[in-house]
């Protein structure tokens, strides 16, 4: 049997924390002992507006069941937002252990009609609010002895989805970003991961999945319920997680690693287009990957190939 995942005398910020998966992951937080920062702007699904009532009805949630939080307002997609929802938690509680960027919304459009303002929206909300976010928490724990971060990617970032060119593009950038922030901070004992959920909230119910019912269900009753996923998450923003640098997905509670493989690949030694064509099969063959731990390890790799030293 594992060790109890407790997180008493910890500090935990989650972004968009006011619905869905978010809410989820604070309302267990707490219940483990965490004070929680519970961030949420209270807009719409596609992005639009404000409502206090979000986040606020989460840490009155986590109060009435005896836990600690506090609520933040600001919007992850601004650089004094993401700076404002880590002093919240850093003049309320005096620390951050573990940040969840979780904040996010949609605005799906078949990649030859969306435009500028539907790339941008996602970006910013997306990308520039992970880094907005986690970014001074990051340099906090630098001096501070370290912490964990979870990031959220998504399958369809992962592995592409009709009409999510804009939220795709967004996510895989979260895991370029996981990836540096995994090897910058490994020193200051900063683990860092990437989280591709799957879970029925309003936000897939947008996308036209199932969604969220006026009260979410609980893991045992619904295999879409967010309760599927959060077990991840805690273990992810636990200080005995021993990952960092690492895609998990989870969704009806399958937990899986993704992993960005190289295969066997071909030597060439026709070095023209024909050569390629000559060899398209295996050049493509996904059997026998192997996981390069960073760019570094894949440079060794060629090197070992080709006898290439550079
Ligand atoms: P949700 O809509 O239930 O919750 C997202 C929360 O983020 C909302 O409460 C919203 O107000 C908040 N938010 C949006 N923009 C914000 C901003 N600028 N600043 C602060 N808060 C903001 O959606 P769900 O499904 O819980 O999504 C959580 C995360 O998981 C998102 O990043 C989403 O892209 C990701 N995801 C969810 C999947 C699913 O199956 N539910 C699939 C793949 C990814």
């Known amino acids: 049997m594992a060790d109890t995942i407790r997180f008493d005398d910890k500090v935990v910020v989650v972004t968009g924390a006011g619905n869905g998966l978010g ?19 209270g807009g719409s699904t596609d992005g639009k507006g404000d409502d206090r009532s979000a986040a606020s009805r989460v840490v009155e949630e986590i109060r009435a069941a005896g836990g600690e939080a506090t609520a933040n307002f600001d919007s992850v997609a601004t650089q004094a ?34 435009s500028q303002e539907e ?7 997306h990308l520039r609010g992970t880094m907005f976010t986690v970014q001074p928490a990051f340099n906090w724990m630098r001096e501070n002895g370290g912490g964990n971060i979870v990031m959220t990617a998504s399958p369809s970032g992962l592995f592409g989805a009709f009409g999510q060119a804009n939220y795709c593009a967004a996510k895989l950038g979260i895991v370029g970003m996981m990836r ?35 009260e979410p269900k609980t893991p045992e009753e619904d295999p879409m319920s967010t309760g599927r996923v959060s077990p991840l998450v805690l273990a992810l923003a636990h200080q005995s997680c ?7 997905n ?39 990957l192997t996981v390069p731990v960073d760019a570094t390890d894949y440079w060794r790799m060629i090197q070992a190939k080709t006898g290439a030293t550079g």
């Open 242 to 248: 021993p990952a960092s640098g690492e895609i998990f």
């Open 119 to 125: 790339l941008d929206i996602i970006l910013d909300v």
């Open 23 to 41: 809410r989820t992951y604070a309302l267990q937080l707490a219940q483990r002992g965490a004070k929680v920062v519970v961030n949420d702007l």
């Open 81 to 114: 937002g993401g700076a404002n929802i880590i002093k919240t938690a850093l003049d309320a509680y005096g620390r951050v252990d573990a940040v969840i960027a979780n904040a996010g919304i949609l605005r799906d459009r078949s990649f030859s009609k969306l």
């Open 180 to 214: 540096v922030m995994a090897i910058e901070g490994a020193k200051a004992g900063i683990k860092v991961n990437a989280l591709a959920p799957t879970a029925a909230t309003r936000l897939t119910a947008t996308a036209g999945m199932s969604g969220e019912a006026t």
């Open 250 to 288: 989870a969704g009806c509670g399958w937990i899986s690693r993704a992993v960005v493989a190289v295969n066997e690949g071909v030597l060439l030694d026709d070095f023209s287009p024909e050569g390629v064509a000559a060899q398209w099969d295996a050049i493509r063959d996904p059997s026998r």
